[in-house]
């Protein structure tokens, strides 16, 4: 795998919506104090064997959807740029992430289709 800043790894990331700034979408660990919100927190971890596990709505028994896929840095990608994939059966398309910012409290990106 290449690399990405060492903070981002085995955390789980939840999107601090209410902070979004134009095309950037502003992401905190799970230990962070999020204002009560109407709208469930979607989120993800990025592992560093190229697992890409994302958090969305809640399924039946009430627990957040968990759905796993991969990370890679593609050849020729700007530093901090990932390519995530998921399988064709899953719900969410494939995507581009580039890191913005990202240290042990916050991290900042901007994704692409």
Not at 27 to 37: A, I, V
Request: with cysteine; glycine share 8%.
């Amino acid at each position: 795998m290449g690399q990405l800043p060492p903070e981002i790894y085995e955390k789980k990331w939840i999107h601090s919506y209410e902070e979004d700034k134009d095309d950037i979408q502003v992401y905190h660990t799970s230990t962070f104090n999020f204002p009560l919100s109407r709208v469930v927190r979607m989120g993800f971890e990025i592992e560093k064997n190229g697992t890409f596990t994302h958090y969305g709505g809640f399924g039946p028994d009430d627990r957040q959807k968990k759905i796993e896929g991969n990370w890679t840095i593609g050849e020729g990608e700007e530093p901090n740029t990932i390519k995530i994939d998921f399988a064709t059966d899953k719900p969410i398309k494939p995507y581009i992430m580039k890191i913005m910012l990202c240290n042990n409290d916050v991290l900042r990106i901007r994704k692409f289709a």
